[in-house]
């Protein structure tokens, strides 16, 4: 809407209406893009269903209601438009432009239906009916244009994306659709021009524009009711429940925990939040009675409150975290409470959330997806005719990344392989670019829920997304606008690798010391792998060069990474100052106190907090709004009235300019991404616990990574670093694999679920099957028993899990086209088919590779990069070696782990490539120009030549040539699990000799 808000006030439109079809996504927005525009919003819908159409406008705030009903009703099946219209009409005016639907409507909506005239008209004969129908009705007709577009100019815009809707090629459209470019915004002459002989119709139209308010949206706080014992005001049992939880955390005689507290509860009970703290108490005591396991994201952790109602385990006191980050009297937004469940049981506990709140008063928060890039990309191309899979292989040859690309202007050359004739490249890019940033689709928020005491339709328009869930139309920051009140109830794989491995090893008690040596020395040496928030090249090159010692410096270490805290050197800083290489040194005296823990710098949000109220002298609430304020500046005007006031502030408080300014170029970073300390702490106890477990319980720690984690990292790269753990991985067995990996004596056996492609109904029903009636005999007896379809059978074979049979792997599928052959003879011969006498010799061990690779996308064998080794130089320099050969130039080879691409500010790309080969992981910065050919990398190997640098204990390898290298000799061929395009061959020739064979 910006492009036709600016449009109209360059009209000198004093109003515009947004009507989108069936809903209000974009309502909050428009209000505010109108605003700034300087024309009045007003709000409606263009109402659908079946062939019945109209328009409903808002006139006041009880049609925004009515409004919201309709909307929800007819998304979710509950009756017919015309039905819902007369029974909601409060507060709506209706523009009609059917004849059947205003005779319907006349009288429900009296002097609030109007006759909507577009122009240019459907038909000169429909028009005259509409015409006659409200002379005959006494309706008043309005003037409309139907506008979908700004100007005339976006109409191949239109085209296009009307293609993508319909799923469409651009060529195959309609040379002319129902909307032409002459449904763009008309100025107002042009209007009465072309209502010239009606222009009554116009003055209809300004007179009802007059009768519609544009402060319709609600914006009052919609708090849900929680279930409090009889006679108990909310505000009242919330004490009660601190109070019992003061003596259960054996803080009752804390005079500090008890001050804390009164703040809390007065504040508490000023904002009315009781309720809300109750409500997610609520949900909260269900997942610990569920054994659930449950962590805290976000400010809330600086809340005694959560601490007492066993919300969160994180104690505010014990961690110094200041309760105004989360929560203060001046605080204009509400507080957020997100929680962390292990992600398989959070849907279990949304479920619990509807039928404890129910089902008209809960409901998620959606997503509004936008066009990105690569989604640009993919969608302009396949409206020039290229497939899915075309798509897929262009992009991999592409020598620039995407969002690159459609920066450059003129484009860049047609790249090699492009499809389509090369005159179409440019026209491609140009319509990648006309997408961007455009709508997508409508997904659902990972975890916000809103629950409301009266039915939810009453506040926000809803719908029924494609799983089934219902949602709201409007997004996280749509919602908290009009006052719906969000709690986050998120899966986090990190929390479920931890409680898995756990289980997994049956220890009695598992007791995490915050400065357990072993863990302290996985930490140092960064073998940190698989420990989910601590796994990346960044984390262990920190903790190598931090020299870890703590718990303490886990936490410390989730802040220092983020942008917020490191830029402009600030990392580097703190680790000279950690490790004693350069003296801790304060801005003003009086910061000494507050950061002396952090190096004398600012890590957390809650940092910058104190430091703003210290030097200031503002009180808490003040300098909480001001750090909000920084957070949210994004031009140099903000930046420059930002250091303005906090100067001046710093100074009528005796501050020197030179300390002021030196803690406001750090202050001014903290517009970049940051952690507040709670939210540091919270995860930082995840992290150390799994790193605990990796270096207690390496087995159980693996199984449960395995089973769990999907983070920057591939799955076969955990299966290397498992294999050089000494640990023994089994393939998969219909006998003995359960869905996931398990623990198999001192081994791994791999579950069913690795299996690319393996239908995951015909995988429950297995397990069902051999749960119900034991272990399956035989290939025959497998078959007869859960009857497998061609492609599930061989996928089975292939990975080996049919190998406790005995047989060859090939004589396995002779033995099932034999059984097939035989039925097909039997059915259509009165003679039996003959005996077959021939045994096939099992495949070759690097043929058996193959096969485990495309259907796993791993290897439990031997490390994947020695299959490469014939074809690689014999100087090689290993990575656990790298560390002899600082400073000398080497030969380093791998297969990809990981990458990453950073702009540098003169435009050009480098990359951070992690390579991995028999004896760990390799880190490699490239620096532009020295980037491979194609911007995404697949599996390699990949050969670099470069010099070891060592920075405080990490090492790199600063690449001076970086290629990919040719296939294996032993080939593992592409998987479908990593997507790795590498030759391969054809993997099926004894099956599909077989089918040849009839």
């Given at each position: 809407p910006?492009?036709?808000l600016r449009?109209?006030a360059?009209?000198g439109y ?19 893009q ?10 409606g819908?263009c ?20 409004l ?42 009296g ?10 008209a ?22 409309s ?8 100019a ?10 993508v ?53 609600p ?12 006679g ?16 259960r ?26 309720g809300?703290?109750l409500?997610?108490?609520d ?8 054994g ?15 601490f007492l109602?066993?919300i ?15 929560l ?7 507080p ?13 506990v ?7 709140f129910?089902?008209?008063h809960?409901a998620?928060?959606s ?27 262009l ?9 690159d ?8 050359a047609?790249?090699?392989?492009f ?5 179409r ?22 975890g916000g829920?809103?629950i ?13 997304a494609?799983?089934?869930i ?23 794989r990190a929390?479920?690798?931890v ?6 090893a ?16 996985l ?6 792998l ?8 960044a ?27 490191a ?5 580097e ?38 430091v703003?109220e ?5 009180p ?5 709004r ?20 906090f100067l001046?502030a ?23 991404y ?5 939210h ?8 150390w ?5 990796k ?28 294999k ?15 869905g ?21 109904e015909?995988?429950?029903?297995l ?6 009636r034991?272990?399956?005999?035989h ?19 292939r ?11 090939p004589?396995l ?5 034999l ?12 003679f ?18 193959k ?21 690689l130089p ?32 003169a ?9 991995e ?6 880190d ?11 911007a995404?990398?697949?599996l390699g190997?990949?050969?670099?030549t470069?010099?070891?640098?060592e920075?405080?204990?990490a ?16 080939g593992?061929g ?10 391969t061959?054809?993997f ?11």
């Amino acid at each position: 809407p910006e492009e036709l808000l600016r449009r109209a006030a360059g009209c000198g439109y004093p109003a515009l209406a947004l009507t989108d079809t069936n809903n209000l996504y974009g309502a909050v927005s428009f209000v505010e893009q109108a605003h700034r525009h300087g024309v009045r919003p007003i709000l409606g819908a263009c109402l659908r269903q079946h062939r019945s159409q109209c328009v409903a406008l808002i006139a006041e705030r009880v049609g925004y209601r009515s409004l919201c009903r309709i909307l929800s009703r007819l998304h979710l099946g509950a009756g017919m438009l015309a039905d819902l219209l007369a029974d909601n009409t409060d507060g709506l005016h209706l523009l009609v432009s059917d004849v059947v639907l205003a005779e319907r409507l006349r009288e429900a909506f009296g002097r609030r239906l109007w006759l909507e005239l577009v122009r240019p008209a459907r038909s000169a004969q429909h028009e005259r009916e509409l015409l006659a129908c409200g002379r005959r009705l006494g309706l008043r007709p309005i003037a409309s244009t139907a506008t979908h577009f700004a100007t005339a100019a976006d109409y191949p815009a239109f085209r296009l994306i009307t293609a993508v809707r319909q799923a469409t090629l651009l060529d195959r459209l309609p040379a002319r659709l129902a909307i032409t470019p002459e449904h763009h915004l008309a100025t107002p002459e042009a209007l009465r021009h072309r209502f010239r002989d009606l222009p009554e119709a116009v003055h209809h139209t300004e007179l009802l524009a007059e009768q519609l308010r544009s402060d319709v949206l609600p914006h009052e706080v919609v708090l849900p009711a929680p279930r409090v014992p009889r006679g108990l005001a909310p505000t009242r049992y919330l004490r009660l429940l601190c109070e019992r939880g003061l003596r259960r955390r054996q803080a009752g005689n804390d005079l500090d925990a008890r001050q804390r507290l009164r703040e809390e509860l007065a504040i508490i009970e000023a904002q009315d939040l009781a309720g809300y703290f109750l409500i997610v108490r609520d949900i909260a005591r269900y997942a610990r009675r569920q054994g659930y396991s449950m962590a805290l994201r976000g400010s809330a952790g600086n809340s005694l409150v959560c601490f007492l109602l066993e919300i969160t385990d994180v104690d505010p006191l014990r961690f110094q975290l200041p309760l105004e980050r989360f929560l203060h009297p001046g605080r204009a937004d509400l507080p957020d409470i997100d929680l962390d469940f292990d992600w398989k049981v959070r849907d279990q506990v949304l479920a619990h959330v509807f039928r404890r709140f129910g089902p008209a008063h809960t409901a998620m928060i959606s997503s509004h997806l936008f066009l990105q890039p690569r989604s640009a990309f993919r969608e302009a191309a396949k409206v020039h005719g290229l497939s899915n899979e075309q798509v897929s292989r262009l992009l991999e040859t592409l020598t620039n990344r995407v969002d690159d690309l459609l920066r450059q202007q003129p484009p860049v050359a047609t790249p090699p392989g492009f499809p389509l004739e090369a005159a179409r490249w440019p026209r491609l890019v140009a319509d990648a670019r006309l997408l961007l940033g455009r709508p997508h689709y409508l997904s659902i928020h990972p975890g916000g829920v809103v629950i409301t005491p009266r039915p939810l339709e009453d506040y926000a328009p809803l719908q029924r997304a494609p799983k089934g869930i219902i949602i709201t139309q409007f997004d996280k920051d749509a919602a908290e606008h009009i006052g719906l009140v969000k709690i986050d109830l998120l899966g986090n794989r990190a929390l479920a690798t931890v409680e898995e491995a756990i289980r997994l090893a049956r220890a009695p008690a598992i007791h995490c010391p915050g400065d357990d040596p072993a863990t302290v020395a996985l930490l140092r040496r960064g073998d940190t792998l698989g420990v989910n928030q601590l796994e990346s090249p960044a984390m262990r090159h920190l903790l190598v060069q931090m020299r870890a010692e703590s718990l303490h410096d886990v936490i410390q270490a989730l802040a220092l990474i983020r942008p917020g805290a490191a830029s402009h050197g600030r990392k580097e800083c703190f680790i000279r100052r950690r490790r004693g290489l350069e003296p801790v040194q304060y801005p003003h005296a009086s910061l000494e106190p507050l950061l002396s823990e952090t190096q004398g710098l600012m890590l957390y949000e809650d940092d910058t907090l104190r430091v703003v109220e210290a030097l200031t002298g503002w009180p808490a609430p003040t300098a909480d709004r001001f750090r909000k304020r920084v957070a949210k500046q994004r031009t140099p005007e903000e930046a420059r009235e930002l250091a303005g006031t906090f100067l001046e502030a710093c100074a009528s408080r005796g501050v020197c300019r030179t300390a002021a300014g030196e803690v406001w170029a750090h202050l001014a970073e903290f517009r970049q991404y940051a952690f507040c300390k709670s939210h540091a702490v919270s995860y930082g106890l995840i992290a150390w616990t799994a790193a605990f477990l990796k270096a207690h319980h390496p087995l159980s720690f693996w199984t449960a990574a395995l089973n769990n984690n999907q983070g920057m990292y591939p799955r076969r790269v955990y299966v290397e670093a498992i294999k050089r753990a000494g640990i023994t991985l089994h393939l998969p067995c219909i006998n003995r694999s359960a869905g996931p990996c398990r623990v198999e004596d001192d081994a791994i056996r791999v579950g069913l679920e690795a299996i690319a492609g393996l239908d995951e109904e015909f995988r429950a029903a297995l397990l069902a099957d051999r749960e119900q009636r034991g272990p399956y005999l035989h290939l025959a007896d497998f078959r007869r028993r859960v009857a497998p379809g061609p492609e599930a059978l061989a996928l089975l074979i292939r990975c080996g899990a049919l190998d406790f049979t005995g047989q060859p792997r090939p004589a396995l599928f002779l033995e099932a086209e034999l059984h097939d052959a035989e039925r097909r003879t039997a059915a259509a011969s009165l003679f039996p088919p003959p005996p077959w006498s021939w045994a096939p010799a099992d495949y070759a061990v690097d043929r058996r590779r193959k096969e485990e690779w495309q259907v796993l996308g791993f290897l439990t064998g031997p490390p994947l990069l020695s299959l490469f080794r014939p074809q690689l130089p014999p100087d090689l320099v290993a990575s656990r070696d790298l560390p002899d050969h600082v400073g000398r130039k080497v030969q380093v080879a791998g297969v990809a782990a990981a990458a990453r691409h950073v702009l540098t500010s003169a435009g050009g790309t480098m990359q951070f490539v992690t390579l991995e080969d028999e004896w760990g992981l390799l880190d490699v910065t490239l620096f532009p120009g020295i980037s491979p050919a194609t911007a995404y990398l697949g599996l390699g190997p990949y050969l670099a030549t470069g010099i070891v640098e060592e920075q405080y204990g990490a090492i790199t390898v600063t690449a001076q040539d970086f290629q990919p290298l040719g296939g294996p000799s032993a080939g593992v061929g592409t998987s479908s699990r990593n997507g790795s395009p590498i030759p391969t061959e054809a993997f099926h020739a004894e099956w599909i000799a077989f089918r040849e064979v009839e």
